[in-house]
């Protein structure tokens, strides 16, 4: 079946440095969504991104679709402590009517102020 | 508009009961899927409901079933309670317009503790 995997685990970092969190799938995306949830919170949607090669930024936020569908990636810029939380990816596949997300174990997130 | 409600915030259990989880969606939507969310798992995809029929599901046993109702309320059921099946246990629903990826709304999900 499909499989999304997400690295790093964990990470830590400085308040202000930059931080990224990759995310590859076994199998060809349609789209790909990416998700944060907050220490004791739910996951709360951030942004989709569906054509090979797509960027999309918000604010601090960079969000890419590989060319072949395959990864993505979310890069933050000069992270703040609103930023702490796990990040997730999770991805469909692109074959058949599976409307089914698959996510990643996500990239936990801690920045120390 | 109200969010996706989950009821009840936390459940203590023992092993070999049953619970039934209830999740509302948010009004409109009529896509409702749960997921497990374990700290060594993530987020595990149980099972997905549109207009009261099952559409997807994950690779959970026989023990973890559910429903959806006319109104587009669902509710997920484990029977024979094992000691790892402590999670949350998160719904999300969507709009369910049939596009292949939808936003999902998750609700703030039910913390189950079986001892």
């Known amino acids: 079946g499909q499989q999304v995997m997400q690295i790093p685990q964990y990470q830590h970092v400085q308040e202000g440095e930059d931080f990224t969190t990759y995310c590859n799938s076994s199998?060809?995306?349609?789209?790909i969504q990416w998700y944060k949830q907050r220490p004791g919170g739910h996951p709360v949607f951030l942004i989709q991104l569906v054509k090979s090669g797509e960027v999309k930024k918000q604010k601090r936020l960079t969000f890419q679709f590989g060319e072949a569908k395959k990864n993505s990636s979310l890069h933050i810029t000069a992270t703040q402590t609103t930023d702490v939380g796990t990040y997730f990816c999770a991805g469909v596949g692109s074959g058949g009517s599976n409307y089914k997300l698959t996510f990643g174990k996500g990239t936990l997130l801690t920045v120390n102020p | 508009k109200a969010g996706v409600t989950q009821t009840p915030r936390y459940l203590i259990k023992t092993r070999g009961q049953q619970v039934t989880l209830s999740c509302s969606p948010i009004s409109g939507h009529r896509s409702v899927s749960w997921y497990q969310q374990t700290p060594g798992q993530g987020l595990q995809f149980l099972f997905e409901y549109f207009s009261e029929t099952q559409r997807n599901k994950g690779n959970f046993p026989g023990r973890f079933s559910g429903r959806q109702f006319s109104n587009s309320r669902s509710e997920m059921n484990v029977s024979t309670l094992e000691l790892g099946d402590s999670a949350l246990y998160l719904c999300?629903?969507?709009?369910?317009?049939?596009?292949?990826?939808?936003?999902?709304?998750f609700g703030s999900g039910t913390q189950l503790s079986v001892l």
């Open positions: 199998t060809t995306l349609s789209n």
């Open positions: 999300a629903s969507s709009l369910g317009q049939g596009l292949r990826a939808e936003k999902l709304f």
